[in-house]
């Protein structure tokens, strides 16, 4: 099994790529870190917790509360997307258990787990950079410790979801971003709008979920966040952004990407967080990120159901 940490910032999305990741059977889930974002650092972590309490994972998964705010900036929440509570109203009466809420900060707990497990370890994370910028910063060595870090983030040849140009977790926190790109990373992945944004679940795919308490969850979590990309979009369908950025660790064989140098804007009132991809290496800089350039969404979202229905 492959290790892996997430870094969330539940969310809508951020919770099926959970349920994506824990159900894949694939992925080994050392530990879940949560950032603010989405939603509050304390509406991130108990959406967690209720997540892994909905799915009865593994109880030795912990959940790593990190960062509050972003570096410099104020939070950010998009509860417009997500919901007064991050997950669009859906599991209002669960109740989690306390068994997975660890006092351990999140960043110490990746840096720990990096250190434990030199080289094989993915991180994955779905929210803004803020805990792995201060992983980084208070271990520079992780960079060459981690296996791999796969980032939902950016938007280097289309349009922004926040900004006209910037994507939200790049905005959210683009000290952190530029950061965690600048760091030396010899993989990182950005799973960027570009991709994300082909990933489209439709009510009929939920339907071929079953009649199941997940496909009732999907069904309730999506239902106004559905409306809202349909309003922005002109789809009939939403956008698996977290989930596609787990894909990857699981199904590698679908992502393409290539190596660019990418830099974020963080000191312009109109384009902060942009991701900014040299595609003709007009800077002559060091490549230092594997954009994704296409993945299979298709075969994605079928694989996806697949995972999801019992
Ligand atoms: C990203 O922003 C968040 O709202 C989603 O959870 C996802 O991580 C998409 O831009
Ligand atoms: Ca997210």
């Known amino acids: 099994m492959k290790k892996v940490i997430?870094?969330?910032?539940?969310?809508?999305?951020?919770?099926?790529?959970?349920?994506?990741?824990?159900?894949?059977?694939?992925?080994?889930?050392?530990?879940?870190?949560?950032?603010?974002?989405?939603?509050?650092?304390?509406?991130?972590?108990l959406n967690t917790m209720k997540i892994l309490e909905f799915l009865q994972a593994d109880p030795g998964i912990g959940v790593y509360p990190g960062a509050s705010r972003p570096l410099l900036r104020r939070p950010h929440f998009e509860h417009r997307v997500h919901g007064e509570d991050g997950l669009g109203g859906a599991l209002p009466d669960m109740i989690p258990s306390n068994r997975s809420?660890?006092?351990?900060y999140g960043p110490d707990f990746i840096i720990r787990q990096a250190r434990r497990?030199?080289?094989?370890?993915?991180?994955?994370?779905?929210?803004?950079?803020?805990?792995?910028?201060?992983?980084?910063?208070?271990?520079?060595?992780?960079?060459?410790?981690?296996?791999?870090?796969?980032?939902?983030?950016?938007?280097?040849?289309?349009?922004?979801?926040?900004?006209p140009t910037a994507e939200y977790n790049m905005y959210v926190d683009p000290e952190a971003a530029k950061l965690v790109l600048e760091a030396g990373f010899p993989r990182l992945a950005l799973v960027g709008l570009d991709?994300?944004?082909?990933?489209?679940?439709?009510?009929?795919?939920?339907?071929?979920?079953?009649?199941?308490?997940?496909?009732?969850?999907?069904?309730?979590?999506?239902?106004?966040?559905?409306r809202r990309y349909r309003e922005r979009n002109g789809v009939d369908a939403c956008a698996m952004h977290d989930p596609l950025a787990v894909g990857m660790a699981i199904w590698p064989e679908l992502y393409e990407t290539k190596r660019y140098f990418v830099d974020v804007?963080?000191?312009?009132?109109?384009?902060?967080?942009?991701?900014?991809?040299?595609?003709?290496?007009?800077?002559?800089?060091e490549p230092n990120v594997d954009v994704c350039l296409r993945a299979d969404?298709?075969?994605f979202i079928r694989r996806f159901i697949e995972v999801l229905r019992d």
């Open 101 to 104: 809420r660890s006092e351990t």
């Open 117 to 163: 497990h030199p080289g094989e370890i993915t991180l994955i994370a779905t929210g803004p950079l803020t805990n792995v910028a201060i992983a980084v910063s208070n271990y520079p060595g992780i960079v060459h410790d981690l296996k791999e870090v796969i980032v939902m983030g950016g938007a280097t040849g289309t349009y922004g979801n926040v900004t």
């Open 297 to 299: 969404s298709g075969e």
């Open 195 to 226: 991709v994300t944004r082909k990933a489209l679940l439709t009510d009929g795919d939920i339907g071929a979920i079953g009649d199941t308490a997940i496909a009732r969850y999907v069904r309730d979590s999506t239902r106004d966040y559905m």
């Open 265 to 285: 804007e963080t000191k312009s009132k109109l384009c902060d967080g942009q991701t900014v991809c040299d595609v003709q290496n007009r800077l002559g800089r």
């Open 6 to 45: 997430m870094d969330v910032d539940t969310g809508i999305d951020d919770a099926l790529g959970i349920m994506l990741a824990i159900r894949s059977g694939v992925l080994d889930v050392l530990g879940i870190t949560t950032v603010n974002g989405n939603v509050s650092l304390e509406a991130a972590t």
